[in-house]
């Protein structure tokens, strides 16, 4: 339950408001037809479950957008309805991290965080932010990205044919009002400010440390990367005293075996940029950091793990952007055209995965004028990347999501398997590819 008492919603009776002749005259005046919102019947559905999902909004989350939100229901505007209960959340969400602290959000992070930033911050963005602070637990991380992806496609935000029913509507409402405006859950999060003060006040003890290691263990990945970089960082600091560096090392050490592929690619990143930047002392604390806890062979070869690895997040964020399919192709070209066969093993999941996840694209299609440099990518998969193809579709994320639910998706990604060298799938594999292939 909130701290805060619950002030009852008085919504009229529906049948005390009928708005339909409004609806329908103003629909006729403009001669237009009246399907173009939302059928009485339908706006009847959302209605009788508004007083709940009002009840259930914390105090400090209601304001004018919420109203604005009841009359756009009650009129039969559900894409306006959909904007308005998604802004109410991010608005909710900001606070959360202003609450949290600008300072110790940028420690924890290792990115700038201030008002302005926060204001102009993608709700994508903003999203991974909260689950690495432990606002949003691996559940509602997956239930509030569906409905941003709703928000995108069915609000008044963005142009659209199609409209959400009552159900639908009310799905999307339950959602954001449980995950993020009702919630008093306090998940598990990291004490990001006490941990900074410990390592940094003087050598911790085995008890401390163990603490915090079993703390990190408990930490969802996101976190994980975030405690990470956070503890290169800090190991690689010149300025840094050396307890700091050692307590940072002794905390990597016992939780080393807990990070992911992406993890461990960030670090990589950031030594690539102090390669590229003469950085010799962070060079060198970087290359003793990963020797120090046996991974060594993490190290690049070529020393562009940070090139390649921007030019993957690069077309990631056009694929999720604006006009993705007019932005991804020089994205694509760069990818295909400079860095085929030179991509990082640490790095190699996320390659494969973007690329299969914009050739298979969404709802709407695949950019066409990117979609050559796609093929020419999946076309040279290797045994290795094929194996890491099988693998990401097992994984809860975009691309397994949009495989699942949408038909344009899942007869693209046939067409993917179907690019496939057959020599270069792996036995392990052979019984999901051919199952695909005789779809």
């Known amino acids: 339950m909130s701290y805060l008492k619950v002030i009852e919603a008085p919504l009229p009776d529906f049948g005390e408001c009928d708005t339909e002749p409004i609806i329908s005259s103003l629909t006729t005046s403009l001669g237009i037809p009246r399907t173009v919102l939302a059928e009485q019947e339908e706006i009847a559905i959302v209605w009788s479950n508004l007083r709940r999902i009002l009840e259930n909004v914390k105090l400090e989350y209601r304001h004018d957008l919420l109203a604005r939100m009841v009359v756009s229901i009650r009129m039969g505007l559900f894409s306006a309805a959909v904007n308005d209960m998604w802004n109410t959340a ?79 509507l009310n799905y999307f409402m339950h959602q954001c009002t449980k995950h993020i405006l009702s919630n008093d859950t306090q998940y598990e999060g990291f004490p990001v400010s006490n941990f900074m003060s410990v390592i940094k006040q003087d050598r911790i003890d085995t008890q401390t440390k163990e603490t915090f290691v079993e703390k990190i263990l408990r930490a969802n990945d996101l976190q994980k990367t975030a405690i990470l970089k956070m503890l290169f960082a800090n190991y690689v600091d010149e300025k840094n005293d050396e307890y700091v560096r050692q307590n940072c090392l002794l905390i990597s050490q016992d939780t080393w075996g807990t990070y992911n592929d992406n993890a461990i690619a960030e670090l990589l990143g950031l030594y690539s940029s102090y390669m590229m930047k003469s950085s010799a002392s962070k060079k060198g604390y970087s290359e003793r950091f990963f020797e120090k806890v046996g991974a060594l062979e993490f190290l690049p070869k070529d020393k562009v793990t940070s090139i390649v690895l921007t030019a993957i997040k690069d077309l990631e964020e056009a694929h999720h952007g604006m006009d993705n399919f007019y932005n991804e192709k020089p994205f694509a070209e760069r990818l295909a055209v400079s860095f085929d066969k030179k991509i990082p093993n640490p790095i190699l999941k996320k390659y494969v995965y973007v690329v299969a996840l914009c050739y298979v694209g969404n709802p709407y299609g695949t950019s066409d004028s990117a979609s050559p440099f796609y093929i020419q990518m999946i076309e040279n998969f290797s045994l290795r990347e094929v194996e890491q193809l ?15 639910s949408t038909s344009r998706c899942k007869k693209q990604f046939k067409k993917l398997i179907e690019l496939l060298n057959a020599d270069a799938v792996p036995v392990k594999n052979k019984t999901v590819y051919d199952s695909w292939i005789n779809k």
Request: proline share 1%; with cysteine.
């Open 390 to 404: 099988f693998s990401v579709i097992t994984e809860d994320n975009y691309l397994k999501r949009r495989i699942e």
């Open 90 to 168: 991010i608005l909710a969400l900001r606070q959360k991290v202003r609450n949290f602290g600008y300072s110790e959000a940028a420690s924890f992070l290792e990115r700038d965080i201030n008002e302005k930033i926060l204001a102009e911050i993608r709700d994508k963005d903003l999203i991974d932010i909260c689950v690495e602070l432990g606002f949003l637990d691996d559940d509602s991380y997956f239930f509030i990205n569906t409905c941003r992806e709703i928000r995108n496609n069915y609000s008044s935000a963005h142009p659209s044919s199609s409209m959400l029913d009552g159900t639908e």
